[in-house]
């Protein structure tokens, strides 16, 4: 049994407004996790089988191992289809916002999504949703947004139109958002989903083989060039970084995606509770966070990095120089001292 988490009123809201209207556009956040094109195509797949007119639109591209998924090349990437996906979205009738909590997230798109006059429907697990959308379906103890669209199509009374496509987007969703279910999904109905996922027919070790075993060389030379030359260690912390500037990422042919979960390998080094990666991106250094336990990186993303995000994976940027991001890091690093020598203690100890 998958208890009703989501209250009524904002499934009957959500419900009514996809009846009243014909075109639907989706949108998510930058450099698109395997969550929001996950959530997005499930979506999209669930509302085609209504009949709808859907676009999904993302402000930069995707990885190219997402790409086999169901509607994926139907995608419209803002940075390069700018005009089309302008006008898609001053046009439409209703905006889905997925897997983010502020317009910022979306980089240039957010402007003319706040102009649109298209209702607006926000799904997201993030803390602190903003309030442009008409609808906010807000629950930061989910997993992911993909388990949050699973929810609001069962509810609405669609499952049993619930194609195997679009199940398998769920899934990419909720695999990739918990790191292979690794983390923050401790939750029993998570696999009462995964479950019902099955039965529709997904297969999950397919869908794993083709997510995490459908890299690029060069993304595995950069791993190890990471690991042997990258990895800086704090063990009075029980913490690590690592850095990779633009020329570095340039010399191996980066991606967009290519360094996806790279931020979660030291978390594997015992003692190590807290991990970081800052990629130079243009004129600022972005970050990711992850931690183990209850050291809070979203705290210290807010705090410092002018980011945010979950207790254990948050986020953040600085238009700064690789040089000062390092040295604004170790400096706060401290502030969580507390945080991680009980975690660091606790591992330490089994």
Not at 248 to 260: V, W
Not at 279 to 291: H, T
Request: with cysteine; charged share 25%; glycine share 6%.
């Amino acid at each position: 049994m998958i208890s009703k988490i989501i209250k009524e009123d904002l499934i009957q809201a959500t419900k009514d407004e996809i009846e009243s209207v014909n075109d639907i556009v989706i949108v998510s956040h930058i450099s698109p996790d395997g969550d929001a094109i996950g959530s997005s195509l499930a979506l999209a797949n669930f509302l085609n089988t209504l009949e709808k007119n859907v676009t999904v639109i993302v402000p930069t591209a995707y990885p190219d191992y997402f790409r086999w998924m169901p509607g994926a090349t139907d995608i419209l990437v803002y940075a390069d289809q700018k005009e089309q996906s302008d006008e898609k979205i001053k046009n439409t009738e209703l905006i889905f916002a997925l897997d983010f909590n502020v317009l910022k997230r979306i980089g240039d798109m957010a402007f003319v999504v706040a102009d649109a006059a298209a209702k607006k429907i926000l799904v997201d697990h993030h803390i602190e949703p903003g309030n442009f959308a008409n609808v906010v379906i807000s629950y930061p103890e989910m997993t992911s947004t993909a388990e949050m669209v699973f929810r609001l199509i069962c509810r609405m009374g669609y499952f049993t139109e619930m194609t195997k496509e679009c199940a398998e987007c769920i899934f990419v969703g909720l695999m990739t958002d918990t790191g292979s279910f690794s983390f923050n999904s401790n939750q029993s109905e998570v696999y009462s989903i995964v479950s019902e996922l099955i039965k529709k027919g997904v297969d999950k070790d397919e869908v794993h083989r083709r997510v995490y075993d459908n890299y690029s060389e060069n993304r595995f030379r950069l791993l190890g060039y990471m690991l042997s030359n990258k990895l800086k260690m704090y063990p009075e912390y029980g913490a690590a970084l690592m850095c990779l500037t633009k020329e570095e990422l340039d010399r191996f042919n980066y991606q967009p995606g290519d360094i996806e979960g790279f931020v979660n390998m030291p978390l594997s080094i015992k003692g190590v509770v807290f991990t970081a990666l800052f990629k130079e991106d243009g004129e600022k250094i972005r970050m990711s966070f992850r931690s183990q336990g209850n050291v809070p990186v979203n705290e210290f993303a807010s705090e410092y990095f002018t980011g945010g995000g979950h207790k254990n994976a948050a986020g953040g940027q600085l238009f700064v120089s690789m040089e000062e991001a390092v040295r604004v890091f170790e400096e706060k690093l401290p502030t969580l001292e507390q945080y991680m020598k009980v975690e660091h203690d606790r591992q330490m100890s089994i």
